[in-house]
C-alpha cells in the first residue's frame, strides 16, 4: 500500500449533492445499515466523472465510466457496509475518499474495491484504504493510462497487496488477487503444520512445500 492521493481533473469535477437517501432507502437495505448511514455519513458527493466524454480515454463494458465519491464522516470513520450499499447502487467503478476531522485538522483517506459489473447487482472485493492523510497532502497526478479500464487498474494499484503491471487491467489484477488470497492461507497452514509436526523428515517436507508456495506467492505479488 502506498499513501497518495490523486489531483483528478478539473473536466471531470462533477461535484452534485447525493441524498443519503438514495441508498439507504431502498427495501433491500436493513434498519441497522439506515442506522450506520445516519450515524456514520454527514454528507456524499458526486464529486468527479472520469469518463470518455471527460478526459477522453476509451472505455468498455467492464470500466464505461469511473465515479469519485466524497463522504463526510460525522465522527471518525465510515463503515465498509455503507461503502458497500452505495457501490451496489452504482453500476460504475467508485473510489471513495473520505473526510473527517480529527484532532482538530481534517484528514482524508482513499478507499476503493475492485467492482465486477454484471447484469444485477455488482459483485465487490474487499475494500482497500489508504492510512488517513492530511487534506492539504500534495495530490499526485493520474497515472498514464491508454483507456479507463487500465486507467481504473493504475489509480487501484497504491491500494491493492498486489502490484498492478503496466497496461495491466482489473479483472487480471482480480484474479492475481484471488490465488495469493489462497497461497497465503497455505502458507499460515502449512507453518502452523511445521510447528506442530514430530517427525523430521515429515518437517522437511513440509519445509519444502512452504517455499515452493513462498515463492509463487511472490510471483504472484
Not at 452504482?90 to 473527517?100: A, K, S, T
Not at 513440509?206 to 515463492?215: A, E, P, T
Request: aromatic share 8%; glycine share 4%.
Amino acid at each position: 500500500m502506498v499513501d497518495l492521493l490523486y489531483r483528478w481533473p478539473a473536466a471531470a469535477k462533477f461535484g452534485s449533492r447525493v441524498p443519503k437517501e438514495k441508498f439507504y432507502g431502498q427495501g433491500a437495505i436493513t434498519a441497522a445499515l439506515r442506522e450506520k448511514f445516519v450515524s456514520e455519513v454527514q454528507r456524499i458527493t458526486w464529486a468527479y466523472k472520469l469518463a470518455e466524454s471527460t478526459i477522453n480515454l476509451p472505455y468498455n463494458v467492464a470500466v464505461p465510466e469511473i465515479q469519485v465519491f466524497h463522504v463526510d464522516a460525522k465522527a471518525d470513520e465510515v463503515s465498509d457496509q455503507v461503502l458497500s450499499a452505495i457501490d451496489k447502487a452504482i453500476q460504475y467503478p467508485v473510489i471513495f475518499e473520505i473526510m473527517r476531522t480529527a484532532a482538530g485538522k481534517p484528514q482524508v483517506r482513499m478507499v476503493a474495491t475492485y467492482k465486477l459489473l454484471g447484469s444485477g447487482v455488482p459483485k465487490l472485493s474487499s475494500y482497500y484504504s489508504t492510512s488517513w492523510l492530511s487534506s492539504d497532502l500534495e495530490r499526485s497526478s493520474l497515472p498514464t493510462a491508454i483507456s479507463l479500464p487500465t486507467l481504473y487498474a493504475a489509480i487501484m494499484n497504491p491500494l491493492m497487496p498486489v502490484t498492478v503491471r503496466f497496461g495491466e487491467e482489473m479483472s487480471v489484477v482480480a484474479e492475481r488477487l484471488v490465488v495469493a488470497g489462497r497461497l497465503e492461507r497455505d502458507i499460515t497452514a502449512l507453518e502452523r503444520k511445521i510447528s506442530i509436526e514430530p517427525q523430521l523428515n515429515r518437517k522437511i517436507e513440509l519445509r519444502r512445500s512452504l517455499k515452493i508456495r513462498q515463492q509463487e506467492l511472490e510471483q504472484q505479488r
